[in-house]
């Protein structure tokens, strides 16, 4: 069972610290959020599992981290100054704006049917670089990570000595100006991404986009995210994005709806021909534009043939915000328990857990207690498997519900039995149950528990 509303999570998320309203002290920043001490744990922790997954249990990709600044032409050669548009409407009543595709003939706002004809409203933030705010000084806040891969395929293919098939792995901040956020962190205006860029021969790209919605649908699936709540939704051809030969869109059951958690298209060789110099020399299949600024040539030299190809390009492409709160919104439960009273609890898998453990002495003002708890604290926490709390407000039945709702796998509680025979309770947050362990086998549970 999942949140029965968005409220609920974004209740929780306020009240546990995961996440906040950005300058919500002056009255907030629409479309921007902030994520506090247990969110940036949680997104962090999803991040980790994106890149082991991705990169380190890989042979077949490497990362980049590339700047969010974006150089002008970068984004006019990939189409997005001319075409990464939504059609903007305004009410002529309520001087509202809307997003015309979102709202049909009437203003959300007063129900004026007084609307101006839709016009294509550009979602890149623009800024200038340097002193001077002039037409040469522009620069955009990327509005994907992608770009910066295809722009770096050949530092990274002369760096690494790759050969097809290989994919560049990145994760980073991208920015759009949408004219409508809504929906608590699904659609913001600042936000992170986690995007492959998949290299493969021309002709072999139906096989491989097949085998990456597979691929991720089986990922999220190991974070937490039933595969019963996701659908393929097949983008329609006249809704593809103006790179791709073919989407799918992993959409999945938001508290909200049913929306969009991750895509994953065939961007063909639109992108590496867009961004190449010597087009007519390379065979390029998709219909770009002629690049008169580039001094790369974006192909890659078969080994055999030594024929220069340039390849398509299959982009699984998620969302984190959005990733954080399907996972929140799945993990998220209002158990009944045996007395009547009811418990929230956060079922995360463990590797997601913002903490991992809690060590709570029985008593808060006791030395001893204290003392040998905040000694199995650092032990534990030495171990590298993420945050491990020391709390101690002495109160045990209200530190359970507490690590119950930010999903904390176990409370380790030290009893004076822990001072004389060496043993700790340990409490597991599914279960409720309580076993009693010897110190010594603590960091073996703990290891074990958390491989
Ligand atoms: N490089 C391809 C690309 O950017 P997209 O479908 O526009 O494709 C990919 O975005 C993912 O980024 C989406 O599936 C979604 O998870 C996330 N995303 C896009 N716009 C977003 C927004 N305004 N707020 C939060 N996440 C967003």
């Excluded at 902030?34 to 249990?57: H, Q, R």
């Excluded at 623009?126 to 955009?140: C, F, H, Q, R, V």
Aim: net charge negative; with cysteine.
């Amino acid at each position: 069972m999942s949140a029965k509303s968005m409220d609920e999570l974004v209740s929780l998320c306020k009240r546990r610290g995961f996440i906040f309203q950005s300058s919500e002290i002056y009255g907030g920043l629409q479309g921007m959020y902030d994520f506090g001490p247990l969110g940036v744990e949680l997104k962090n922790n999803l991040k980790s599992a994106w890149w082991k997954s991705m990169v380190y249990e890989r042979d077949d990709v490497e990362g980049l981290d590339a700047s969010i600044l974006t150089n002008q032409l970068v984004l006019n050669y990939s189409g997005h100054e001319d075409t990464f548009t939504d059609p903007l409407v305004d009410c002529k009543s309520c001087k509202s704006r809307w997003r015309a595709d979102q709202i049909g003939d009437t203003c959300p706002n007063c129900g004026s049917k007084d609307l101006t004809d839709p016009r294509p409203f550009n979602l890149m933030f623009k800024t200038n670089m340097g002193p001077l705010e002039d037409e040469g000084s522009i620069a955009y806040l990327r509005p994907e990570t992608a770009q910066q891969i295809f722009t770096n395929f050949k530092n990274i293919v002369d760096s690494t000595s790759r050969a097809l098939p290989f994919g560049i792995a990145q994760i980073g901040k991208a920015f759009r100006n949408e004219i409508t956020p809504r929906n608590f962190i699904f659609r913001v205006r600042e936000f992170e991404q986690m995007e492959l860029e998949f290299f493969v021969e021309p002709g072999e790209d139906n096989l491989w986009h097949d085998k990456w919605i597979e691929e991720r649908s089986n990922w999220w699936e190991s974070q937490g995210v039933s595969k019963k709540k996701i659908r393929f939704l097949e983008v329609p051809k006249d809704e593809l994005s103006h790179y791709s030969k073919r989407t799918v869109d992993l959409m999945y059951e938001f508290p909200h709806g049913e929306e969009e958690l991750e895509g994953i298209a065939n961007r063909t060789d639109f992108d590496l021909g867009s961004h190449s110099k010597n087009q007519d020399q390379l065979n390029i299949q998709s219909k770009i534009r002629k690049n008169s600024d580039s001094n790369s040539r974006l192909a890659i030299q078969n080994k055999d043939t030594n024929e220069w190809i340039v390849p398509f390009v299959i982009e699984p492409s998620a969302g984190v915000e959005r990733g954080v709160l399907a996972i929140l919104n799945e993990a998220y439960k209002v158990e009944k328990l045996e007395d009547g009273k009811e418990r929230i609890v956060l079922a995360l898998k463990p590797h997601l857990s913002p903490i991992k453990a809690a060590v709570i002495p029985l008593k808060k003002n006791n030395d001893d207690l204290v003392s040998l708890a905040k000694n199995i604290k650092d032990e534990l926490q030495s171990l590298g498997k993420g945050r491990v709390l020391l709390e101690n407000t002495g109160n045990i039945g209200k530190s359970y519900r507490k690590h119950d709702e930010v999903g904390t796998p176990m409370c380790i509680t030290i009893d004076f039995d822990s001072l004389e025979n060496n043993t700790v309770t340990i409490r597991d947050r599914d279960s409720m149950d309580q076993k009693t362990i010897q110190i010594q086998e603590l960091t073996s549970y703990f290891s074990n528990f958390f491989k």
